[in-house]
């Protein structure tokens, strides 16, 4: 169990951190001259079970709350310390707001220097702290009489015999999260290198694992663990943990920073959160500027309301922070805001979407996903989350946002596409085959609309299905739902055409007979096929019947127009977009250079050009000033003879 300190500047907090363990919190040389804590202190105590108890011990100045804020983070139990001769003074009260706001449910109160006041204002004070616990989780909690300055005192004892019962009752945190442990300390030892402390808020971690450093994404090796103050094999969730870490300096690491699991690591610059604003602050209007405290990590940032009128005092609310720095976030995170001048704390909040967007952030589609993110914080299940997600998430996102590593995951009424590099994309059953429905109505129309056409491309046919639904993150769900409508004959391809099954462009009998002789001819010519003047001059026809003829034939998909009277079949065709494919994956961004596509295919300069231009048309590749880039959402689907 971790205990935290809380109370108001020389109120005895250090004095009675020592006489409860022995243990000088207080190690800094100002600390010592000035007597009051600046830096966070740490204890430990061995419990009768073999457990460790871990207390820490954080500043009470107010200049100092965000040290105390950071020493907050991770507490399972408090212990609010308060002196009989001043009572329950300011930065009392701040503290117990923050232990509030970060969720801590459990706590003690010590009341201090009771042998230096009268047993009449021991029973006011006493009075007074049962007061303002009344309204909060902590209230009926012990209050404990001490002066720890004096040897063996009673009250110390009896407290501390209390807080070691409490520890030993307490259940411990699952384990079963992907590691994360917030930075609080950094410093170096000789002969081990870079060490950091914390407390692990998720899962477990083991000598030799390699883990990720937040802000540099380095990967890091543990090398030895200290849990709660014992050298270990291993630390688990909810205990504080010394790790010895190789392939990092000292420097490169800072307090509010996280050693994490890489799958659980992303850093981002908006986040939603469901905020409690304190009775006591100002009302909360659009784009205020706040101090936020999250994890160990101190920043400022803005809020962005999500409402048309400013938040009153003593209410919650949604609301978006936008930060001036990223920071590591996942669901269920609690966090504090403190004023502009970082000088009072007015409000906290419980992290909801660690990714927010900057668009579209008050739809009613976006409301209905926030409560299905509140859903997977109370329930852990994600099922709420998928249903609402109208385009599936994929299961790496899923694993940030749950702190699970959910490898056998398995829900009923939940589709599973694709699963390349340990990623696949979740989505509702009902809602996949309402996204196929979509696309199947799109070309319906196209081909009442165009019946002389042979069908549409992939990319022309995404836009129009799914409008404004082009970002990258879209492109694998796209290709899923294209190939399951074609392995389930829900739609048939030729060459980059998508159409219909039964569709097609009917020939006469004259024409069959003409097409018949002429598509052997463009076969044979390969990359470099007759015109349409030599086609009539062969076949002893009109130019102009030729040119419709073969027009036809590319409404039916046989053929594609490249330029005015120049014509490639669907195979010669296949055998081009291969060239570009494998082009395009020899390179970082599959770009396609004319002058590369006009060595590989033997022509020339202006003949390669006609034809990769066509292709962009085809919306096969698309150009990007001189290169031209293989689109991710276009499939090429081979001519069957």
């Not at 966070?40 to 965000?66: K, S, T």
């Not at 429905?437 to 165009?450: A, G, L, N, R, W």
Request: charged share 25%; proline share 4%; with cysteine.
């Amino acid at each position: 169990m971790i205990i935290g300190t809380a109370g108001h500047i020389d109120h005895g907090k250090t004095t009675l951190v020592r006489a409860l363990t022995g243990v000088e919190t207080d190690r800094l040389k100002e600390e010592k001259a000035r007597g009051i804590s600046i830096e966070l202190g740490y204890a430990y105590v061995p419990l009768p079970n073999g457990d460790v108890m871990g207390i820490i011990d954080v500043p009470g100045h107010e200049r100092f709350v965000h040290t105390m804020a950071a020493g907050a983070v991770g507490i399972d139990h408090a212990l609010l310390v308060v002196a009989a001769d001043d009572g329950v003074m300011p930065q009392t009260l701040e503290h117990l707001e923050i232990l509030q706001l970060l969720g801590v449910k459990k706590g003690t109160v010590a009341l201090t220097k009771v042998d230096r006041v009268l047993p009449e204002r021991i029973a006011d004070v006493r009075a007074e702290i049962e007061a303002i616990l009344s309204v909060t989780a902590l209230a009926d909690s012990p209050i404990f009489e001490t002066a720890a300055s004096q040897p063996e005192d009673p009250g110390v004892a009896h407290l501390r015999a209390h807080l070691e019962v409490q520890a030993q009752m307490m259940h411990a945190r699952p384990q079963d999260g992907l590691f994360r442990l917030a930075v609080d300390r950094v410093f170096t030892l000789p002969g081990q290198g870079t060490v950091v402390t914390g407390t692990v808020f998720n899962g477990k971690v083991a000598v030799g694992d390699v883990l990720h450093h937040s802000s540099s994404g380095k990967e890091v090796r543990v090398r030895s663990i200290h849990a709660q103050n014992q050298a270990a094999e291993a630390g688990v969730a909810g205990q504080r943990c010394a790790l010895n870490l190789a392939g990092i300096a000292k420097e490169d690491i800072i307090r509010g920073d996280w050693i994490a699991d890489a799958r659980v690591l992303q850093a981002t610059d908006r986040i939603d959160i469901r905020m409690h604003l304190l009775a006591e602050a100002p009302r909360m209007q659009q784009w205020t500027t706040v101090h936020v405290h999250i994890g160990t990590q101190r920043c400022t940032a803005h809020i962005a309301l999500l409402q048309d009128e400013p938040i009153e005092p003593g209410t919650e609310a949604v609301v978006q922070l936008v930060l001036d720095e990223p920071v590591f976030a996942i669901p269920g995170d609690r966090l504090i805001l403190r004023n502009a001048q970082a000088t009072r704390t007015i409000a906290g909040g419980m992290v909801l979407d660690p990714y927010a967007p900057a668009r579209k952030r008050r739809s009613a589609e976006r409301f209905a996903y926030l409560q299905a993110l509140e859903q997977l914080i109370a329930t852990g299940s994600p099922e709420a989350l998928i249903t609402h997600s109208s385009y599936g998430v994929s299961l790496s996102q899923l694993r940030r946002l749950s702190g699970h590593a959910l490898d056998a995951l398995q829900l009923p009424g939940v589709q599973r596409i694709g699963q390349t590099d340990e990623d696949a994309i979740l989505i509702d059953a009902a809602r996949w085959k309402q996204l196929q429905q979509q696309v199947i109505d799109t070309i319906t129309h196209f081909h009442e609309k165009y019946p002389d056409e042979p069908g549409i491309n992939a990319a022309r046919l995404r836009r129009m299905a799914w409008p404004g639904l082009i970002h990258a993150q879209h492109d694998k769900l796209w290709r899923a739902l294209i190939d399951q409508l074609l392995a389930e004959k829900h739609l048939s391809s030729s060459g980059a055409w998508l159409h219909l099954p039964g569709h097609s462009v009917q020939l006469t009998a004259n024409e069959q007979t003409l097409a018949e002789q002429l598509l052997p001819k463009l076969q044979e010519g390969r990359f470099d096929p007759p015109w349409v003047r030599d086609l009539a001059n062969d076949t002893g026809t009109s130019e102009e019947l030729v040119r419709q003829l073969l027009r036809k034939l590319a409404r039916q998909g046989q053929l594609f127009q490249v330029v005015k009277d120049l014509f490639y079949t669907a195979a010669n065709m296949d055998e081009l977009a291969r060239i570009i494919k494998t082009l395009a994956d020899a390179t970082p961004n599959g770009e396609v250079m004319a002058r590369e596509f006009r060595d590989a295919t033997g022509l020339g300069r202006k003949r390669a050009i006609q034809i990769i231009e066509c292709f962009d048309r085809l919306g096969y590749t698309r150009r990007v000033r001189d290169a031209h880039i293989l689109r991710p959402d276009a499939q090429w689907h081979s001519h069957k003879a």
